[in-house]
């Protein structure tokens, strides 16, 4: 067995720092680099890429929405056209980083907001997939397990890393607990570690009420934006490893 460990890197801002990077790409196998709507610019787009690439960690893409102010977690009213759009620029941004380094983009992720719709909005989902049809087709798109976007991509012959979540909790309709109601967050790593081997082993998860789903489980989002955090990531690879399944990206799977 394998997976995939994933967190989103990249997302200071000028003079303002957030998150541990260089921490995290100790642990984690692919990174979501923000593309300077939500967080990051493009000073820190390199720095992040070419960090990537000494640690050995692929590269992913995290559009948001232009929302600096709301870190990109508040819902907007868009068009599919804006939609669209909004992907295709700043994935195009971050592709040239990429391309400088000589680092292979892996994957598209939609942060915040933008990957919450895209979940559940099909026209929105609809536009952004044509816009990643259009522009790069050969690179995967990393979105919630179950959801419309991933099945919609699947459909369309794209690839696909169908994603769970470390210290989040589902509901039945395999979506995440909103983040200000009960059961929303898992604090304690071991049962973290507990969800996330039934989810690889078993294609199951606990939900909120105590249903058990089905699941999909290619890539784990992990988080380590303070040393608690870090050390609950860190906790969780230790655990994958020692339950013999590798942990690893997707570059040279195929």
Known sequence: MRIDLNSDLGESFGNYTLGMDSEVLKQVTSANVACGWHAGDPLIMEKTVRLCKERGVAVGAHPGYPDLMGFGRRKLDVTPDEARTYMQYQVGALSAFCAAADVPLQHIKLHGAFYNTACVEPRLA????????AMN????????????????????????????????????????????????????????????LQMIQKGTVVTNTGKEIEIVADSVCVHGDNPSALAFTATIREGLEKAGIEVCHFIGRD
Request: aromatic share 8%; net charge negative.
């Open 137 to 196: 087709p050969g690179v995967y798109i990393m979105a919630l397990s179950g959801s419309y976007i991933a099945t919609k991509a699947k459909q369309r012959g794209l690839k696909v890393i169908q994603e769970v979540f470390a210290d989040r909790g589902y509901t039945e309709q395999g979506t995440l607990v909103p983040r200000n109601q009960e059961g929303a967050f898992i604090k304690d790593p071991q049962e973290a570690l507990e969800r996330i």
């Open 126 to 133: 609809d536009a952004v997939l044509d816009g990643i049809e």
